[in-house]
């Protein structure tokens, strides 16, 4: 029963997991975004939420600290975005990453050294 709740909650979209995420202003809620520029995510860090859904959300670029307090996420979901470049050390907060999805945006090349 545990894992099956596991499963599930890995599995729910973020609106789902967030239902008050219509309150907070901005296309990337429930993290912080400004012209397609992820600033940060204060409200899974705030949780503790172990997963982080920042699919599908017009995110162009990722600021270095952008995913700091986050030092628990054990994935990190940046899919289906427009990302072009990642900068190097954005991942270095994170504790024990077991997924980071990047698929499905214009990404050409990551910095030699960013899952180091």
């Not at 309150?23 to 429930?30: F, I, K, N, T």
Request: glycine letters at 10%; aromatic letters at 6%.
């Amino acid at each position: 029963v545990a894992l099956g709740a596991v499963a599930l909650a890995l599995g729910t979209q973020c609106r789902d997991r967030y239902p008050l995420v219509s309150a907070v202003p901005g296309s990337c809620a429930p993290c912080v975004c400004s012209q397609g520029v992820l600033k940060g995510c204060p409200f899974h860090a705030e949780l503790k939420d172990p997963v982080l859904w920042i699919s599908e959300r017009g995110v162009t670029a990722l600021e270095k600290g952008a995913l700091e307090g986050n030092e628990g996420a054990a994935a990190v979901f940046l899919h289906s975005n427009e990302l072009e470049a990642l900068p190097l050390g954005v991942f270095d907060g994170l504790m024990n990453p077991r997924a980071i999805r990047l698929e499905h945006n214009r990404l050409t090349t990551l910095p030699y050294g960013i899952f180091d």
